[in-house]
């Protein structure tokens, strides 16, 4: 006959069956460190989680391993991402960078934007500098053209030289190079330039002054001697910038004909 056992008692008789088994573990020779580095089963378990995203924003896992709920996971979907850029190192460089560019020379925005950017600075963070560096005046473009003005000067150049360095610069002012050129204060200069004499207009340049002290720099002071001369030395001041109404008028001078041209 049959004896229908219930759960109790079956669950009891399998308790007592484990019970009896003999430990084997005791009769098994344990594994030496070296073995336990060939056995798989003996290896640390590393998981790593790949946490869902939604909507391109991972999910974050806190250190309970508990995702976020999908309620606060729904409102983040929503919120647009920013890229996390302004920390202080990165901000404390690009400042770093524009004070030092601008203390070695004035530059126009132009000029500092394109030397930030080629230090591989954030570009949104160099556009926002800019902005705030020309309303402290840090950065003023109108002080480059009045440096650029004067550089020219000292260097012999004429009017279309600084015409084509405004270009060059990205300056673009309200102010003719005509009223610039009066605001450069350039009979102030004391740099051994024929206009820095005290006779020196006080209105403006002489440009055809610079063009003959040009000229006589570089092919002496005397008057060329042939066409071939004249056309050499006609180039040359075309190639620094004068008008070429100034550059027909320099071959006709040298340095000894100074006082005659303040009336010019």
Same mark, same amino acid.
């Given at each position: 006959m049959t004896t229908i056992k219930t759960l109790a008692e079956i669950l009891a008789d399998m308790d007592n069956s484990v019970s009896a088994k003999p430990c084997q573990s005791s009769q098994a020779p344990l594994d030496t460190p070296a073995q336990k580095s060939h056995h798989p089963s003996t290896r640390p378990k590393q998981s790593h989680k790949t946490n869902p995203s939604i909507n391109g924003i991972n999910t974050l896992t806190m250190a309970d391993t508990t995702p976020l709920d999908a309620s606060t996971a729904n409102v983040l979907k929503h919120v647009a991402s920013e890229p996390i850029y302004q920390n202080d190192k990165d901000v404390n460089r690009l400042r770093w960078l524009a004070f030092y560019y601008l203390s070695r020379r004035e530059l126009s925005q132009k000029q500092l934007r394109q030397k930030l950017l080629d230090k591989h600075c954030n570009p949104q963070m160099v556009e926002e500098l800019l902005v705030e560096f020309d309303q402290k005046n840090y950065q003023s473009d109108e002080r480059c053209a009045l440096m650029i003005i004067r550089e020219s000067v000292r260097r012999g150049r004429g009017k279309h030289h600084i015409a084509q360095s405004?270009?060059?610069?990205?300056?673009?002012?309200?102010?003719?190079?005509?009223?610039?050129?009066?605001?450069?204060?350039?009979?102030?200069?004391?740099?051994?330039?024929?206009?820095?004499?005290?006779?020196?207009?006080?209105?403006?340049?002489?440009?055809?002054?610079?063009?003959?002290?040009? *000229?006589?720099?570089?092919?002496?002071?005397?008057?060329?001697?042939?066409?071939?001369?004249?056309?050499?030395?006609?180039?040359?001041?075309?190639? *620094?910038?004068?008008?070429?109404?100034?550059?027909?008028?320099?071959?006709?001078?040298?340095?000894?004909?100074?006082?005659?041209?303040?009336?010019?």
């Open positions: 405004f270009k060059n610069a990205g300056i673009n002012l309200p102010y003719s190079i005509d009223e610039l050129i009066g605001m450069a204060d350039i009979p102030s200069l004391s740099d051994g330039t024929i206009l820095a004499d005290d006779d020196a207009p006080k209105d403006g340049i002489n440009w055809l002054k610079l063009a003959v002290e040009a *000229r006589c720099k570089k092919y002496g002071n005397h008057l060329p001697d042939d066409q071939k001369q004249k056309a050499r030395q006609l180039r040359f001041l075309q190639y *620094r910038g004068f008008e070429m109404s100034v550059c027909f008028a320099a071959l006709n001078y040298t340095l000894d004909d100074m006082d005659e041209l303040d009336f010019i």
